[in-house]
């Protein structure tokens, strides 16, 4: 992977702009706030949300150019790394060199630029977990995950800055399809089914399953199809389709040679005042409890790693997420996005219970990091 040093590829005023822009103050904004703006389809809503993001995407962005600049253990070093870095400033760049937004027109050159930003960054998830392996293996069998404490940390605010990243981007430009399926704005669908949602969801997951294994558990849900709230579909949809991977997983490799029929695995869904809950529970014989504290770790899977230092991650669609140890940190992230969470309660010699929180109320300010 060629990779050049920042002060080759990069002039040293854009750098000293990266550091300006670095730190000044992020913007976060809410569900309900997204909805409610996002409702009134007009020019001048139009152009106040560009100009909005043409403010706040270079502030965001900077702060994690920066921030890939320092991290601890020579990991900003590494090859992967490094063209992350170079993801991000690129895209400042192109931020900060398009001229103030006055027109419809300029409005809409800003919307596909920042489109093909959204494209640029597709594979930061995969290429970040590339270069934190290639630390990784560079430490030696002894790294302790206490040890990269840090890491894990900094890898929790950079894909939650991502995730805001990519829903405020999303929401523009989805936002000016000129013939939006009902009852979606943007990216918020104003009465999605939890329900249908993970229906979906649990489909795809199966399907992955069957064709992994051959055999798959069925699953349950148990909820009123009917009842809605206001979320943003591929969130949830990509939360448990993680949470029910692993079920599958768990349940699947502890009957996959017994004689026993496997358990079904049971999603529940409920409806509460401030939460909208959805439990996933399986009798895939549960976590160790001293495994537990690793479970939200990036670095933490006990499935066999498909990242190969020379798969070419540049190309699109070159990467599934099977095996990173990502599932869950991600999926909680996702959740407290928008104000929810996600806990992992197990029973060893049984089976684990996830229970993904939803806020409903959607007024939870985007967590900035
Ligand atoms: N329902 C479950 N039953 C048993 N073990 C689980 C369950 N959910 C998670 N785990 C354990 O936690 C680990 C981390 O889960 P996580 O979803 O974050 O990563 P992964 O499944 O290993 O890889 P990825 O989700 O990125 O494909 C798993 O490897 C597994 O050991
Ligand atoms: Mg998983």
Same mark, same amino acid.
């Given at each position: 992977?060629?990779?050049?040093?920042?002060?080759?590829?990069?002039?040293?005023?854009?750098?000293?702009?990266?550091?300006?822009?670095?730190?000044?103050?992020?913007?976060?904004?809410?569900?309900?706030?997204?909805?409610?703006?996002?409702?009134?389809?007009?020019?001048?809503?139009?152009?106040?949300?560009?100009?909005?993001?043409?403010?706040?995407?270079?502030?965001?962005?900077?702060?994690?150019?920066?921030?890939?600049?320092?991290?601890?253990?020579?990991?900003?070093?590494?090859? !992967?790394?490094?063209?992350?870095? @170079?993801?991000?400033?690129?895209?400042? *760049?192109?931020?900060? $060199?398009? /001229? #103030? =937004?006055?027109?419809?027109?300029?409005?809409?050159?800003?919307?596909?630029?920042?489109?093909?930003?959204?494209?640029?960054?597709?594979?930061?998830?995969?290429?970040?977990?590339?270069?934190?392996?290639?630390?990784?293996?560079?430490?030696?069998?002894?790294?302790?995950?206490?040890?990269?404490?840090?890491?894990?940390?900094?890898?929790?605010?950079?894909?939650?800055?991502?995730?805001?990243?990519?829903?405020?981007?999303?929401?523009?430009?989805?936002?000016?399809?000129?013939?939006?399926?009902?009852?979606?704005?943007?990216?918020?669908?104003?009465?999605?089914?939890?329900?249908?949602? !993970?229906?979906?969801?649990?489909? @795809?997951?199966?399907?992955?399953?069957? *064709?992994?294994?051959? $055999?798959? /558990? #069925? =699953?349950?849900?148990?909820?009123?199809?009917?009842?809605?709230?206001?979320?943003?579909?591929?969130?949830?949809?990509?939360?448990?389709?993680?949470?029910?991977?692993?079920?599958?997983?768990?349940?699947?490799?502890?009957?996959?040679?017994?004689?026993?029929?496997?358990?079904?695995?049971?999603?529940?869904?409920?409806?509460?005042?401030?939460?909208?809950?959805?439990?996933?529970?399986?009798?895939?014989?549960?976590?160790?409890?001293?495994?537990?504290?690793?479970?939200?770790?990036?670095?933490?899977?006990?499935?066999?790693?498909?990242?190969?230092?020379?798969?070419?991650?540049?190309? !699109?669609?070159?990467?599934?997420?099977?095996?990173?140890?990502?599932?869950?940190?991600?999926?909680?992230?996702?959740?407290?996005?928008?104000?929810?969470?996600?806990?992992?309660?197990?029973?060893?010699?049984?089976?684990?219970?996830?229970?993904?929180?939803?806020?409903?109320?959607?007024?939870?300010?985007?967590?900035?990091?």
């Amino acid at each position: 992977m060629a990779v050049k040093k920042v002060c080759e590829s990069f002039s040293k005023s854009l750098i000293d702009d990266v550091h300006k822009w670095g730190c000044m103050k992020q913007t976060g904004v809410s569900l309900r706030y997204m909805m409610e703006f996002g409702s009134e389809t007009n020019d001048r809503n139009f152009l106040i949300s560009a100009q909005f993001l043409h403010k706040e995407l270079p502030i965001r962005i900077a702060r994690r150019a920066i921030e890939l600049e320092r991290l601890p253990y020579g990991l900003s070093e590494k090859p !992967a790394v490094l063209k992350v870095r @170079d993801w991000y400033l690129d895209s400042f *760049r192109d931020l900060r $060199s398009f /001229p #103030d =937004i006055k027109s419809m027109n300029d409005e809409k050159d800003f919307t596909e630029m920042i489109k093909a930003i959204k494209v640029r960054h597709n594979n930061v998830v995969p290429m970040m977990a590339l270069g934190v392996q290639q630390l990784k293996k560079g430490m030696g069998p002894k790294v302790v995950y206490q040890d990269l404490d840090e890491i894990h940390q900094f890898l929790d605010r950079f894909y939650m800055s991502r995730i805001g990243i990519r829903m405020l981007i999303g929401q523009h430009v989805e936002w000016h399809n000129p013939n939006p399926p009902p009852h979606l704005v943007g990216y918020i669908h104003t009465k999605m089914s939890p329900v249908e949602v !993970a229906r979906n969801a649990s489909d @795809d997951a199966r399907g992955m399953c069957l *064709r992994e294994y051959g $055999s798959a /558990p #069925d =699953i349950h849900i148990y909820g009123d199809p009917d009842f809605t709230f206001p979320y943003v579909p591929p969130h949830l949809h990509l939360m448990v389709f993680e949470l029910v991977k692993n079920s599958l997983r768990a349940v699947q490799e502890r009957f996959m040679d017994s004689d026993k029929v496997a358990p079904p695995i049971r999603i529940i869904v409920a409806d509460g005042i401030e939460d909208v809950t959805i439990k996933v529970s399986d009798e895939g014989g549960g976590i160790r409890r001293s495994g537990l504290p690793k479970i939200f770790t990036y670095l933490y899977s006990t499935a066999r790693n498909p990242l190969h230092e020379h798969s070419d991650l540049g190309t !699109a669609d070159a990467v599934t997420m099977a095996g990173y140890g990502y599932g869950l940190p991600i999926s909680r992230l996702y959740a407290r996005y928008f104000g929810g969470d996600l806990q992992i309660i197990s029973m060893e010699g049984y089976g684990t219970d996830a229970y993904l929180h939803l806020s409903r109320l959607g007024d939870s300010q985007e967590p900035l990091p």
